[in-house]
């Protein structure tokens, strides 16, 4: 049953990964409005817990060492941000553009596709929904939360 967490997880791993954060560069021609840095958003976030929630509806809480992995991301004043992932298939560092404002991230790849985030900010936290596919291809919630550093 871990295993099926795992796939599934490592699924939304790669998705935040190359849809999200791939590579995206500051389109000059729109520009975004710079991020002050009161923003709650701006500075280094780390993946701390995995919350998944069961098919019974019951929910299992992973840290990310149980999954094996570790994830920082950092978002800046100039609206570029820097993902990094470890895990057993090696480290993989990306950088990209964004904007936030009340609880939505939007991000651009380098195809100009543009990714729309919706997080819940509280104190030094944020989490992220996300609908994830296990193993047999059984559709389950996931809440990925992140700690500020």
């Known amino acids: 049953m871990f295993l099926r967490y795992k796939a599934g997880f490592m699924y939304i791993l790669v998705l935040m990964s190359l849809v999200i954060y791939s590579g995206c560069k500051k ?6 409005s710079p991020v002050t840095s ?5 500075g280094k ?4 817990n995995v919350m ?8 299992t809480s992973f840290t990310p060492q ?11 004043n100039d609206n570029t941000a820097t993902i990094t ?16 404002s009340n609880g939505v991230v939007n991000l651009t790849n380098t195809n100009g596709e543009k990714t729309t985030v919706d997080i819940t ?10 609908t994830l596919t296990d193993a047999n291809n059984n559709p389950f919630d996931a809440l990925l939360e992140f700690t500020k550093q």
């Open 85 to 100: 992932q470890v895990d057993s298939m090696g480290t993989t560092t990306e950088s990209g553009t964004y904007t936030y």
């Open 52 to 59: 998944v929630t069961n098919q019974d509806g019951s929910k």
């Open 38 to 42: 009161s923003s709650p958003i701006v």
């Open 66 to 76: 149980q999954l094996g992995l570790s994830i920082t991301m950092e978002f800046r």
């Open 121 to 130: 900010m509280t104190g030094n936290k944020f989490t992220t929904k996300q």
């Open 45 to 48: 976030w780390l993946l701390s």
């Open 27 to 32: 389109d000059n021609n729109n520009p975004a």
